[in-house]
């Protein structure tokens, strides 16, 4: 399993890890009752919201169990359990991150659990179940997927950079036009539906930026802390610091970053 593959053996990892690989169990079971259940809108639509609090439950009565005292804050229920006077760490918690790629049948799609203390994500993993991936991170240790050492890339111009971006930036009402601004000078965009992997991509190499106007922290508090132990930058949209994990996000390779900035601004 990917948990015996991952060099990370804190006490913190093994808790996540232990609690992600028992949640996934029945994930990519559940992955192939989609394409019967497409039949019906309706009764697709109820599977996935099941799915998706089962696998909820499943981390949060782990996590709880081994960490009781910290707050959790999840996608599904909000903040399940609220962080209380003299709590310092809460679990920030996506359980299925890529739905819509869920419902149609496309193996692409992840659990997110990260570990925030005093406002900073310390710890984090991202596990894609089909692809058996599991990206992990602790802040200082480095990052990883399964055994391998992570590294962004070392791509130094735009004319060789490949560009993921998030549903809010198709949102903006001057979307095409700065499309139409950057796309001469990239390989080209992806938008494929899983934030939490599109920015463990930013860590291995795979694509060399992401960037997101208004992620929820479920999604990015994972990547963000990937990209950075992997060498890469994340700012928001002004190369400023992120506060809390949230706003608009830019994550690069960090050899153009200043130059992405200019570029989305």
Same mark, same amino acid.
């Given at each position: 399993?990917?948990?015996?593959?991952?060099?990370?053996? &804190?006490?913190?990892?093994?808790?996540?890890?232990? $609690?992600?690989?028992? $949640?996934?169990?029945?994930?990519?079971?559940?992955?192939?009752?989609?394409?019967? *259940?497409?039949?019906?809108?309706?009764?697709?639509?109820?599977?996935?919201?099941?799915?998706?609090?089962?696998? /909820?439950?499943?981390?949060?009565?782990?996590?709880?169990?081994?960490?009781?005292?910290?707050?959790?804050?999840?996608?599904?229920?909000?903040?399940?359990?609220?962080?209380?006077?003299?709590? %310092?760490?809460?679990?920030?918690?996506?359980?299925?991150?890529?739905?819509?790629?869920?419902?149609?049948?496309?193996?692409?799609?992840?659990?997110?659990? $990260? *570990?925030? %203390?005093?406002?900073?994500?310390?710890?984090?993993?991202?596990?894609?179940?089909?692809?058996?991936? +599991?990206?992990?991170?602790?802040?200082?240790?480095?990052?990883?997927?399964?055994?391998?050492?992570?590294?962004?890339?070392?791509?130094?111009?735009?004319?060789?950079? *490949?560009?993921?971006?998030?549903?809010?930036?198709?949102?903006?009402?001057?979307?095409?036009?700065?499309?139409?601004?950057?796309?001469?000078?990239?390989?080209?965009?992806?938008?494929?539906?899983?934030?939490?992997?599109?920015?463990?991509?930013?860590?291995?190499?795979?694509? %060399?930026?992401?960037?997101?106007?208004?992620?929820?922290?479920?999604?990015?508090?994972?990547?963000?802390?990937?990209?950075?132990?992997?060498?890469?930058?994340?700012?928001? +949209?002004?190369?400023?610091?992120? /506060?809390?994990?949230?706003?608009?996000?830019?994550?690069?390779?960090?050899?153009?970053?200043?130059?992405? &900035?200019?570029?989305?601004?």
């Amino acid at each position: 399993m990917a948990s015996q593959r991952t060099p990370l053996k &804190s006490a913190t990892m093994n808790v996540m890890s232990n $609690a992600i690989l028992k $949640a996934s169990r029945g994930f990519i079971r559940d992955f192939g009752e989609v394409e019967r *259940l497409q039949i019906s809108e309706k009764s697709l639509g109820n599977f996935v919201s099941s799915a998706d609090l089962k696998i /909820e439950k499943i981390l949060h009565e782990e996590l709880h169990k081994a960490r009781p005292n910290f707050g959790m804050l999840t996608e599904e229920s909000g903040e399940l359990i609220p962080l209380q006077p003299g709590m %310092e760490s809460r679990w920030i918690i996506d359980p299925l991150d890529g739905t819509k790629n869920f419902i149609h049948g496309i193996p692409h799609f992840a659990i997110s659990v $990260a *570990l925030e %203390e005093k406002g900073q994500i310390i710890a984090g993993i991202t596990y894609d179940p089909i692809k058996d991936e +599991m990206f992990a991170a602790e802040k200082g240790a480095g990052a990883f997927m399964n055994n391998k050492r992570l590294r962004v890339s070392n791509r130094k111009t735009l004319s060789e950079f *490949l560009i993921a971006t998030g549903p809010s930036f198709l949102y903006q009402k001057n979307y095409v036009a700065l499309l139409q601004k950057v796309s001469s000078s990239v390989v080209g965009f992806r938008r494929m539906g899983a934030s939490s992997l599109d920015l463990a991509y930013v860590a291995s190499g795979r694509l %060399e930026a992401f960037l997101e106007m208004d992620p929820p922290p479920w999604d990015s508090a994972v990547g963000a802390l990937l990209v950075s132990e992997a060498g890469g930058s994340v700012t928001n +949209m002004q190369k400023q610091p992120r /506060e809390n994990n949230s706003g608009p996000i830019l994550a690069s390779n960090g050899n153009l970053h200043s130059e992405l &900035s200019q570029l989305f601004s």
